[in-house]
């Protein structure tokens, strides 16, 4: 098991990609409801000219978000690869604590929103790759080369949601993986594995309570599915 914990929501199916507008909307209803607080940051995939400079490619990649995130801002090609991140601060009154067990003392995890148009595929010892083959045999598993580009996504794999040989569109859950939790080994075989293009991440880094049963704020959750009007599911990541 790794020393570090994170936490996935991701939509059932997983193919589902929310519009810029419903995106923006989000956004807003997690501030109105005290989820995120504060100016987070937004960290795109950009092209690698830094070489191994990780301060010239931090900078790069990373910038302020705006005060609103709109849909005008989400819309703009650069930010197909997006992470905005937000800081979750222990001494701020006013900010929920997302998981249902908060551990004692500091604690200050991010709080997260992927959206890529290719699926994301993390990495990690509890999550089992899905198998990434179109049926026309081409393999639409893919790495972010992190000599060509910066990537938005750390510990990340990618799968291209269509295929360039045939024009199919990938459909993770025609394969399974199996998703281990890393607190008691229980392994869930699950259709689509941990393939996202848009999720939600709570990333606690080494402050967290190790309970099997830990899991998303059940009024985030249902924040979230009413949202978007569809049901998601939940996936806990040891690395
Ligand atoms: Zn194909």
New binding site residues.
Partial sequence: MGVEYARYLVAKGNAFSPSAVAVAKLVERLRKDKWIAGGGQAVTTVENTFGNDLRAKLAASTAPLPASVSAEWLEDPDREELRMVWRVEPSAPLSRYPLTRRPDGAVSPTFELHRAHDYVYPICETIEAIPTT?????D?GFHWDEEEVVPAFGASSGIFAE?E????TFDPTKGSAVLTNPFDGTKTPTRGGAAYRFALKVDCGKRFVADPGLAFAPELVSLVEDEFGREFFEVGAAY
Avoid: D, N, T
């Fill in positions: 179109c049926v026309c045999g081409e639409l295929c040989a045939c024009s199919r």
